[in-house]
């Protein structure tokens, strides 16, 4: 009995850890135009665990939860950014083309249990008009 009480605490211990681990995630869905206002995810949590780590993850995908991106890979430029709670900087600008994951630093040092925004746009000079970015990403 005693053995079945340290296990199930010891499951129970194992999941809260992980589903905060996985709370620091947070979809996003953008349609985007060349030249355009930028758009921004809701508002995410960073972990305190990583304030540790003065980074955030953006990962782009071709689908995800049922919707399908259409990014001409390797000839359509999306820009990111992450900014804070007030709407600030605190990151450089960062273009990409491709699906796939990407880590960045933060140009302040990030605060843990603190929250953030991924903005994204299109640049003027991008010849492709209109974009629908889907994927996840993690201040």
């Known amino acids: 009995m005693k053995k ?13 850890v992980t589903s905060s681990v996985f709370a620091a995630n947070q ?26 780590e003065n980074s955030w993850y953006v990962t782009p995908k071709s689908s995800y939860n049922g919707v399908t991106s259409n990014l001409i890979q390797g000839s359509e430029t999306v820009r990111f950014r ?19 994951s990407y880590n960045y630093a933060y140009t302040t040092t990030s605060v843990g249990n603190a929250y953030y925004y991924l903005y ?3 640049p003027s000079s991008d010849p492709y008009s209109a974009l629908r970015l889907v994927g996840t990403w993690c201040p």
């Open 4 to 16: 079945r009480i340290v296990i199930a605490g010891v499951l129970l211990a194992m999941l809260t």
């Open 27 to 52: 979809d996003f869905n953008f349609y985007l135009t060349s030249g355009g206002a930028s758009q921004h995810s809701a508002l995410t949590l960073k972990s305190g665990g990583d304030a540790y």
């Open 82 to 100: 992450c900014r804070d709670a007030a709407g600030n900087s605190v990151s450089d600008l960062h273009s990409e083309h491709y699906y796939g």
């Open 120 to 122: 994204a746009d299109k």
